[in-house]
């Protein structure tokens, strides 16, 4: 089963930055899809941005311009590098991988950023 590890998070003042990895363990395989989700207190989780093993990116509206996403497939590590945060993108983020038509979750670090 694949166990996803993140780390990164912590609390900002808006306009600020952080970086969020991930990286999975007990797998040998490199794995197709990687990315983020956020879940704000009170709302429903919500994608951040997602990388494909060939780079291909997706982000969502909000972040789209202010989240970049890069990956290193041989380690199965992902990154998301977050600027100028504003502090509607204070959540709890989710690192979120999908194998062999299986989604597994990281346990979520806090995001937290003042005006």
């Known amino acids: 089963q694949v166990q996803l590890v993140e780390s990164g998070g912590g609390s900002v003042q808006a306009e600020e930055s952080l970086r969020l990895s991930c990286e999975a363990s007990?797998?040998?395989?490199?794995?197709?899809?990687m990315g983020w989700y956020r879940r704000a207190s009170g709302k429903q989780r919500v994608l951040v941005s997602v990388?494909?093993?060939?780079?291909?990116?997706r982000y969502g509206d909000s972040v789209n311009g202010r989240f970049t996403i890069s990956r290193h497939n041989t380690k199965n590590l992902v990154h998301l590098q977050m600027s100028n945060l504003k502090p509607e993108d204070t959540a709890v983020y989710y690192c979120?991988?999908?194998?062999?038509?299986?989604?597994?979750w990281g346990q979520g670090t806090q995001v937290t950023v003042s005006s």
């Open positions: 979120k991988a999908r194998y062999l038509n299986e989604d597994f």
């Open positions: 007990r797998i040998r395989s490199s794995i197709p899809t």
């Open positions: 990388i494909l093993i060939n780079g291909i990116t």
